[in-house]
């Protein structure tokens, strides 16, 4: 393995936290490079469910999880999964970089009341308080997790900002007092409590490597939500693709060369913006229905529709996918003409290339391929096992992609997988 990213090909909630853990029995470091708490990642073992959203998926299998510093972490979450991972007798080996930014009380205040101003304009985040807290990462007014074991450091930070964000607040007409010494003791006290972890998480990734321990990247959300190269305004606030993983952890990119994406076998979307292959009928019930598409973050229903291929390649192309893991292909079980999109029309146009404006995206219809679809896939030891129409289906998208599929995934278990 030595290094592998698993990165989200689409709009997020491909399956990553399976895969994660799937691959994770060969790793050494499990490593979150960017996003924080907007994340989801369900993984299923035996009668188990576990529901992560900042502690990387691999802690699970007894991994050394690492929260880099392309991450935003809330702390208060963050106490909350390695509680709720300490009653199931998980015991987190964690490493948190002393550079991650810290989600504040107002961040999260500031979320909501953005969202709620926007109004018919929303973006629809988690409210999680991610796209302020970057938003302050990157005008050099944040609060890293290493500031959190110095009290006077976090005092004297606090007092530059908490000025301006007051000012915020009472723009929005948010009547919440933020007081600096009460802010103070609650962040210092998680920066004790979790003041083993924090530490140059960089550096020991970088001996890592020249160790040859095996490591592996865990991408969160989707490329369609890169702040730059996803459906902007309608992203997240960091960098999704595989250059996110270079700089979210320190590692050179140079060694990022086995770059695994997760392709769902249909498309989802959650919160606003434009998803051209949504489907608003009784198939798009069924996806939603069978593959149980509601956000584990926020257990909003998310939006379903085809598989988009433009879509897929966009993001193939940016991170220069090597391989592919297809999931949740059980969930095109019993539908009698399954779709693939391989291009658009817009504007009486034919254009395989995901445009840059989202208002030009809204204006995109799919132009599909059909396949016959099949019964079941739910026994499936290997690729010759499958039904001859989902064998017809995945080899399509592989051609297109020109990408090869590694791995098949039709089921929550860890055993309804297979390598082709
Ligand atoms: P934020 O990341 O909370 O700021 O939300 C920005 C957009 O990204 C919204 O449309 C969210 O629904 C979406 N988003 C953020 N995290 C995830 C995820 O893990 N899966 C799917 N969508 C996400």
């Known amino acids: 393995m030595a290094v592998q990213v698993v990165l989200g090909t689409q709009w997020g909630d491909e399956g990553k936290g399976k895969i994660v853990d799937y691959l994770s029995k060969n790793a050494d470091y499990v490593v979150r490079f960017q996003g924080g708490n907007n994340a989801g990642h369900t993984i299923k073992i035996k009668n188990d469910v576990y529901k992560l959203h900042i502690i990387p998926s691999g802690v699970i299998s007894g991994k050394i999880g690492v929260i880099g510093n392309g991450c935003v972490i809330d702390p208060e979450i963050l106490s ?22 810290i989600i504040m009380p107002y961040h999260k205040l500031l979320d909501g009341a953005e969202e709620k101003y926007l109004a018919q304009g929303k973006i629809g985040t988690t409210k999680r308080g991610i796209g302020p807290c970057y938003s302050d990462k990157i005008a050099r007014n944040g609060i890293r997790a290493g500031d959190l074991l110095s009290k006077e450091k976090l005092i004297k930070k606090l007092e530059r900002i908490l000025p301006i964000k007051q000012q915020l607040l009472k723009i929005y007409g948010i009547d919440h007092v933020l007081d600096k010494n009460m802010i103070a003791n609650t962040y210092h006290a998680y920066g004790k409590k979790f003041k083993d972890f924090i530490t140059d998480t960089h550096d020991l990734l970088q001996d890592a490597i020249i160790d040859g321990k095996n ?12 702040v730059d190269y996803g459906t902007y305004p309608y992203a997240t606030s960091s960098h999704v693709i595989a250059g996110g993983a270079a700089i979210g952890a320190g590692v050179p990119p140079k060694v990022l060369s086995d770059l695994v994406g997760i392709v769902k076998a249909y498309t989802t979307r959650v919160g606003e913006g434009p998803m051209p292959t949504e489907l608003h ?9 069978n593959g149980h598409e509601f956000g584990t973050t926020t257990s909003r229903p998310r939006r379903c529709g085809w598989l988009d291929l433009v879509v897929v390649r966009h993001a193939c192309r940016l991170s220069g996918i090597s391989k592919i893991a297809l999931t949740k292909l059980d969930v095109l079980d019993g539908i009698d003409t399954v779709k693939i999109c391989v291009g658009y029309e817009m504007k009486n146009k034919m254009i395989d290339i995901f445009p840059f404006d989202s208002d030009d995206v809204a204006l995109c219809k799919p132009i599909y391929k059909e396949f016959k679809g099949w019964d079941k896939t739910t026994k499936a030891a290997s690729f010759t096992d499958l039904p001859q129409q989902a064998q017809e289906y995945i080899l399509f998208i592989q051609e297109y992609l020109k990408t090869p599929i590694w791995l098949v995934s039709f089921g929550p278990e860890r055993n309804q997988t297979f390598m082709v």
């Open 80 to 101: 909350d999964e390695i509680k709720q991972l300490k009653q199931k007798k998980i015991h987190p080996n964690l490493l948190i970089s002393n550079r991650a930014h």
């Open 215 to 226: 490591i592996l990247f865990e991408g969160a959300q989707g490329a369609m939500l890169d």
């Open 281 to 289: 009928d009784t198939v798009g019930q069924y996806l939603q229905k």
